[in-house]
């Protein structure tokens, strides 16, 4: 099976959600992408395709032949340059627009005083010439509103229909274009309408265009608030690093580290890329990447992490990832990737917008002929109003920014909190989370085992049980493994240097030790090689109701004894479980270690199920049983033999310091090790749909409710009439309001976030 490759390409020129659509189709089309999301939000398009499929340039055709193109500045620069830049852009055009909106305002405001001189009290009555004078006066000032202020949305609406199409450019253009013609026919030639109907309504051409070029320019600085949390991130990394060559220290840009070179740290100063301690002893402050607010002491052997502060002591490591491999690096693009990624709810929400624009335009045109033919007096300038004002109400471009601007911040928000989440249908399938299934060693417990007891099989000295047994575990990657090792090495036991090792998940480990074979494992696994583990069993119960992991040994057939490994639990699994269970979550253990064992951890944590000697490859089915009896479930791990199960289930979490396997495999990483981290998630899952429920929901009611009022329904009962200087404010302030409430989840802080120095 071919693994599909995916790249972001920069889109410029999209205003609303039926762009989305369009550049979606239009990239979709092209030969070797096997699927795109365009983000209106993230302004990007994330393409899916096979190796060596990809043809950019046919892409650009195709995004160009749509009314629109790419950055092609980003296909050169860093991510962080990208981003920057946009957000300078951004900057820049939010200047721009409000100095247009200040120069519509100025040629605007005397513009609504003639349109409504006869509602201003103490004004004298004017002539009829007089008026048309003033008409005409309004007529020529509200050209350069039109040319200056809102050209863009004439040239985008040409644009669209050159190309059969439409979108908000279109509705802006022609609700407007609309009414400064009618107002020119109505003041040049007043005698092709009624005597005394012949009255013009510049004011609406002036004041809709400016304020929504005001609205514009409110979105657009709103939005590049949304992408501080990635640009904090990006500015953790220093810009310099101090190297060792050629015996001396030199300081260096720190993009120019290269891996395998020693890094010279001092006090206060933050580290430049990720490594392992050689030479020093420090304490470092990991907060800024894991969200974790206790410092973390460093000794030779320990990694550290790029900008990360070193807080106290000159430590000395060797640089082992830089560029873009760094931790730091990879949490930028995950959040990235998850920012442009939809929800299954906004591909429904775009579907939904792509027919929006024809239909209003259709509802436009009904709604003219129904007041040109049944309206009251002057039935026409009722007609030409009612139509403007639904063209310009309904423009969708809340409807297009109420999911994908709340993802955006959500998941910024989160990466503060040592929270990445892979893509945006894992934040939405979290919120539905009823069941959470934690792996044992390393998530429940610290993953620091310690061997405690040593108990040989009658005959055998317990030297040679610890040498032939850390001689194999001296092979393996599990933690258990691993406190056989340095429990041998603290009693002064040597282990033996083993051949031929080899491991089988979930069961133990073979190897040959001088001339034996040697077996350390599970009960089970040295029975099925024919050794006699009755008397071994029975230490290991033992040592199992005491809340220690046994391990039993054997050579050459023969059993050798019993180690007892401790794992203590982590400080914060009691009062993260318990947080969660208060949420209503059941929660479930699943390990592959001794029931006894697993059922002891459990009780210290309060866990009531519990799932024990599931081999890896049974994991993953466990899951999917609960899912096949209606259970929507979160799969937490740390370690390789987790990660079929983090795949498996609806939501998969890893936890950040166990390995990169089972971080590729899950949607979720918490980057601190805390299970805190999980309820921080599903908190910030459900505040983030909440919030966009409150942006579909106001978008959706604005235009529900908008335009039939605008139409005019209400006119019969109650005379009301809604005037498009109203629609223009409502439409412009709308998306303003979607992108604020979006903006609002940059100040949630999950209830009982597990640490407080969040980036």
């Known amino acids: 099976m071919t693994t599909l490759l995916t790249q972001e390409i920069p889109i410029t020129g999209m205003t609303c959600a039926a762009c989305v659509r369009r550049v979606e189709n239009a990239v979709a089309g092209v030969a070797g992408v096997d699927h795109v999301e365009v983000s209106l939000a993230t302004e990007a398009a994330r393409v899916r395709y096979a190796p060596g499929a990809l043809d950019r340039d046919a892409i650009r055709e195709a995004v160009v032949a749509a009314g629109y193109d790419v950055d092609s500045a980003a296909e050169t620069e860093a991510i962080e340059e990208t981003l920057r830049r946009r957000d300078e852009e951004r900057e820049a055009e939010a200047r721009g627009l409000l100095h247009r909106f200040q120069i519509g305002a100025l040629l605007g405001v005397p513009v609504l005083i003639i349109g409504k001189a006869q509602f201003i009290p103490g004004l004298p009555d004017l002539s009829q010439g007089v008026m048309r004078g003033l008409w005409a006066l309004s007529g020529l000032l509200t050209i350069p509103i039109m040319v200056y202020v809102g050209g863009r949305f004439f040239t985008g609406g040409w644009a669209a229909f050159r190309r059969h199409d439409a979108n908000m450019d279109t509705l802006v253009a022609l609700g407007t274009g609309a009414a400064w013609l009618y107002s020119t026919v109505a003041v040049a030639f007043p005698g092709l309408f009624p005597e005394g109907t012949a009255q013009p309504f510049y004011e609406a051409t002036a004041v809709v265009i400016t304020l929504v070029v005001l609205g514009q320019a409110l979105e657009a600085r709103a939005k590049g608030r949304t992408s501080q949390a990635v640009r904090r991130l990006m500015d953790l990394r220093p810009l310099v690093a101090r190297v060792v060559r050629d015996g001396v220290e030199t300081e260096i840009p720190a993009a120019e580290v290269r891996v395998g070179e020693m890094v010279v740290v001092r006090p206060g100063e933050k580290i430049p890329v990720d490594g392992r301690v050689h030479e020093g002893r420090s304490v ?102 009612v139509a403007v004002a639904v063209l310009v109400i309904a423009c969708p471009c809340a409807l297009g920014l109420a999911t994908p601007i709340s993802i955006m911040v959500a998941v910024g928000k989160a990466a503060e909190y040592g929270i990445l989440i892979r893509n945006g249908e894992a934040l939405q399938r979290a919120r539905g989370v009823d069941t959470i299934v934690l792996d044992k060693t390393g998530t429940v417990t610290q993953g620091a085992a310690t061997l405690t007891d040593v108990v040989p099989h009658e005959g055998v000295i317990e030297a040679d049980l610890l040498r032939l047994a850390a001689a194999v575990e001296a092979g393996s990657e599990h933690p258990l493994g691993r406190a056989v090792v340095d429990g041998a090495s603290a009693r002064g036991v040597q282990a033996e240097r083993a051949t031929d090792f080899a491991a089988v998940p979930g069961q133990g480990v073979r190897a040959t030790v001088g001339d034996k074979t040697v077996l350390v494992g599970t009960a089970s696994f040295l029975a099925e090689a024919g050794v006699e583990t009755e008397g071994l069993e029975r230490s290991a119960a033992e040592l199992a109701e005491e809340g220690r992991t046994p391990i039993l040994a054997a050579a050459d057939g023969k059993p050798l004894g019993v180690l007892g490994i401790f794992d203590p639990v982590k400080t914060d699994s009691v009062a ?134 605008a139409a005019g329904v209400l006119y019969p009962f109650f005379g009301i009439l809604l005037q498009p200087v109203i629609a223009g404010a409502a439409m412009a302030f709308s998306s303003v309001t979607v992108v604020t409430n979006a903006n609002r989840l940059r100040r949630f802080k999950p209830k009982g976030m597990a640490g407080s120095g969040a980036v």
């Open 284 to 385: 470092v402050d990991e907060s800024m990447v894991t969200g974790e607010s206790i410092p973390v002491e460093k000794a030779p052997g320990d990694e550290v992490v790029g900008g990360t502060m070193n807080a106290s002591g000159v430590i000395h490591f060797t640089a082992e990832r830089v560029g873009s491999e760094m931790v730091l690096s990879r949490i930028v693009q995950m959040v990235r990737d998850a920012q442009g990624a939809k929800p299954p709810i906004q591909k429904v929400v775009d579907v939904v917008a792509s027919y929006f624009v024809p239909t209003v335009m259709i509802v436009s045109v009904v709604s003219f002929a129904v007041w040109y033919t049944f309206g009251p007096a002057p039935a026409l300038s009722y007609a030409v109003v």
């Open 576 to 709: 993260a479980i318990r947080r969660l269970q208060a949420m209503g979550k059941h929660v479930v253990i699943l390990t592959g270690d001794h029931e006894a064992t697993a059922r002891a951890v459990a009780r210290e944590v309060g866990v009531e199920t519990v799932l024990a000697r599931v081999l890896p490859e049974e994991k993953a089915q466990r899951i999917a049983d609960l899912q096949k009896r209606g259970r929507q479930v979160a799969m937490v791990g740390d370690g390789i033999n987790d990660a079929p199960a983090l795949a498996q289930a609806d939501v998969g979490i890893a936890i950040g310091t166990g390995t990169d396997v089972a971080m590729e495999a899950a949607d979720v990483t918490l980057m601190g090790g805390s299970l805190g981290g999980v309820a921080d998630l599903l908190e910030i899952s459900e505040a983030t749909f909440v919030n966009i429920r409150q942006n579909l929901v106001g978008a959706f009611m604005y235009n529900v409710l908008g335009i039939p009022v």
